[in-house]
């Protein structure tokens, strides 16, 4: 099993423009989704990192 989600099909049946809409709207969503989520945990462990230096830095300080 994959860590990312799985995107939806490429044939869509039965061809009706509702079922066509939802597919492109599922592939044009997706790629933003998969963006932010990486982006969240970008933010998240830098701002883990720079807690821990400023714990370090304080630590040093209070010695």
């Known amino acids: 099993m ?3 989600p799985y995107y939806p099909p490429y044939i869509v049946f ?3 423009p509702i079922a066509l809409m939802y597919s492109v ?3 044009l969503w997706y790629p933003y989704y998969v963006a932010l989520t990486l982006e969240i945990y970008r933010i998240t462990l830098e701002s883990i990192r ?3 230096e400023m714990l370090k830095e ?3 300080h209070v010695r």
Do not use: N, S
Request: charged share 25%.
């Open 2 to 4: 994959y860590w990312y």
């Open 14 to 16: 039965p061809y009706d």
């Open 25 to 27: 709207l599922q592939w």
């Open 50 to 52: 720079k807690a821990m």
């Open 58 to 60: 304080h630590r040093e």
